[in-house]
């Protein structure tokens, strides 16, 4: 049993590194989905009760603001964010299982925690940084291979964390 393909998956060679248009969809998606998450906690009425209510609930209350309805609707928020990644990565992993999203959260938890827990602008930066950091290790080369798999992934490191 695998996931149905999608798309018809076409290849690409960058700089050493192969990708598929699947990747890229994949890459596409995620930085759309960021950019949205960040005009709705940002710019919106609902973002705004968000962050008043993981503030201080008491005091978002007090202003007309319905904390159970925004913790609900963060929730609602969060769930259909985790079901729109799952659809994304069934491609890569290419078999249904109960954990195969274990180490893209544990990934996303140290990114949080590194980018801030409160700052969701800082978290998708981290994460950014964290993949390009595992991106330049990927880049082999017979010529360089010792600089692409250790100097490469620290430099990148350095620069973006």
Not at 58 to 74: E, H, K, Q, R, W
Not at 100 to 113: C, E, H, N, R, T
Request: net charge positive; aromatic share 6%.
């Amino acid at each position: 049993m695998s996931f149905p393909d999608v798309l018809e998956v076409t290849r690409y060679e960058f700089a050493g590194a192969h990708i598929t248009n699947v990747q890229i969809t994949i890459v596409l998606l995620a930085l759309l989905l960021m950019l949205a998450l960040l005009v709705l906690v940002y710019r919106t009425r609902l973002g705004r009760a968000m962050r008043a209510t993981a503030q201080s609930p008491d005091l978002a209350a007090l202003m007309g603001v319905n904390p159970n309805s925004v913790i609900a609707a963060t929730f609602v928020i969060g769930a259909a964010l985790a079901a729109i990644a799952g659809i994304m990565v069934s491609p890569i992993t290419g078999w249904p299982t109960s954990y195969m999203g274990f180490l893209l959260g544990l990934k996303a938890f140290s990114a949080a925690v590194l980018g801030g827990i409160g700052n969701v602008a800082g978290a998708m930066l981290a994460e950014c940084c964290s993949h390009c950091r595992s991106l330049g290790s990927r880049i082999h080369r017979p010529a360089d291979r010792r600089f692409s798999r250790i100097a490469l992934p620290g430099c990148v490191r350095l620069l973006c964390c």
